[in-house]
């Protein structure tokens, strides 16, 4: 009794999800109302067999066909996840239950995460903080790569290659089970060269630099992952262990990285596999352990972990301003430790199902190097949530739930290496203060689901709340590889969401048509605001605080006809504005443009399931932007897929196909920080995979 009130403190408001089905190629609605009723929230399941046909690069990138959800790309390995415009830390990646902690607040990496390994995915949109924690002001991407094996061995192998890159890889995953035991291993590993880009040079602060066969030189790089789950399942405990470790290098574009590249001894164009200064590597490694017991109308679960990041980045040494030419080539090291836990419980009692849970999570950071832009910190937080679903009768379901957080953040103080003049003296000059900041915050959600006929109508209400992160507070420093000196504010207060979320869809047989329109109000935004000034010869960005409205929708069509064929429109909408502060009436920077995909599919099933699909991606123009940003071209590509599996037996080989940009169109994505240099995105990209499931 004890563990199911202590379960009752929190709520999870993502309860109550729109619940989308990925099949085959296409992103498709799930033709069954039960799914549907399960949440008010709108949330896309995916399952492993989408992840492998739709095999395009990283994980974000391949799940770059669900509405809402984009790839925040740099260089051709690297891409970080969004969710209606929201993402790095207001959004929370969950691995098996445990928050994945990498380093949401850079740029130029991706999420540390062995896609091959992962199972299957769901993203909820919108705000999800009662149940995930206060960085899911905006979603939630939930994956599983903890999935007990059905036989008592079974496995695959994976073989793939990208012709833009020149990306080669191998994925392997064998597992078993006995009778209470069972066990899993996987490994990745991947190679790729410098990337294409449909021109021939690029300008830079108005100076030309051309790229050799059309490549950006040093984005070459390589992936090496691993991983091991040891379980044990009872009739009513299950228990396992999971150990992972991601390994990354890559280079950054080197002409990127400033124009003292120019007179730099490095041949970048000797080799488009090789990686030279500059460059970074990243290790994350994961500790989890999950346990879940079930016992009538109780089940409780427990997780607890421990996470490393280790991050450096390495550049040729060259005096900067008043700074001397330092002795070696680490610009910046992050070593980031996180321990985390959790707690959560489930009671049915009638008509009620109550959720609570009990969360907290330590993580401290230690930086090194001869560059500075984020202060060492650490940050503790607790967090105690409920929530109640109440099944009003079969067809109307209720939600409603509260959350209570308390955080704190401790930056330390920095000062330069070196002196600086002032006035009449030299002194080294303070980089961030050492600084002390406490948080709290109730947040609450309310929800409904209603049934009638073919239609499913949904409604969902919450707030969200996210404390500022140290690099919101103490930055002070060059981000070369997005091109800006950025500055923190040590004065800015916890950031503050609402949000109405709707969702009205209708589905029978061969039609399912779903609309998810949203408002969200941020009393008091954090983000990096432009300015016209240049410091250390990039542009400043200062973090600042605005009252912000967002609102948008996302919307799908999929019509099944003369059996074989199924034909999807979808597209999204955001808008945002600023109603406070220096910018008022301006959007927020790289806020997304609309965008609509339409695709046709056919499926067959002749020794085997397949099907062959060509789908249009048309993006709007982008005119409304914060000065001094600039407007960006909306573009249409041309994308083709194509995928079969062969039953061998007691086995079964899967071959996709894919081909990105197939017209090679020269274009910019305003979301890319490489549009800034007058980057385009990647050329024409066949993506071939061949995989033996056993």
Known sequence: MISILLGAMISMAASSDTVVTLEDVTVSASKSVEPQMRSSQTSVHVDQEYLQLNFSGSLMQTMEGIPGVKAISIGSGQSKPTIRGLGYNRMVVSENGIKHEGQQWGDDHGLEIDQFSVDRAEVIKGPSALLYGSDAIGGVLLLRSNQMPKD??????????????????????????????????????IDYADYKVPTDSIQYYSYWIRLKDGRLRNTAGCERNGSFLLGYSGRKVRTSLRLSDSYAKSGFFANAHGLEVRLSNIDYDHSRRDVDLPYQWVNHFKAHSHTSWYCGRTSMEVNVAYQNNFREELSEPVSHGYMPKPDNSLERRFNKSTYTYNYQARYHL???????????EYQYNRRGGWGFIIPDFETNSLGMFLLDRFKFRKNLIFNAGARLDFAKTHIHGYQDWYPTPVGSEMVCLERSTDLTRKFHNLSWSFGANYNVGNWVFKANAGSGFRMPIPKELGANGINYHIFRYERGNVQLDPEKSYQLDLGLSWSNDALVVQVDPYLNYFSNYIYLSPTSRYVEGLQLYNYTQARVLRLGWEAQMIYTFAKHWEALLQGEYLHARQKSGEKKGYTLPFTPPWSMDAGLTYKYNWKGDGFVGLKAH?????????????PTDGYWTLNFSAGKSFPLRRSKLNVSLHADNLLNRRYYNHTSYYRLIDVPEPGRNLSMKVGLDF
């Open 152 to 189: 008592s061995l079974e496995g695959s192998v994976q073989l793939f290659g990208r012709t833009n890159n020149g990306q080669i890889g191998a994925a392997a995953k064998i597992g078993g089970r006995g009778e209470r035991w069972y066990c899993r291993a996987n490994v990745t590993w």
């Open 618 to 630: 048309v993006v709007g123009r982008q005119d409304e932007i914060v000065p001094p940003e600039k």
């Open 350 to 360: 009638g008509k009620h199902a109550f959720h609570g849970g009990l969360d907290g």
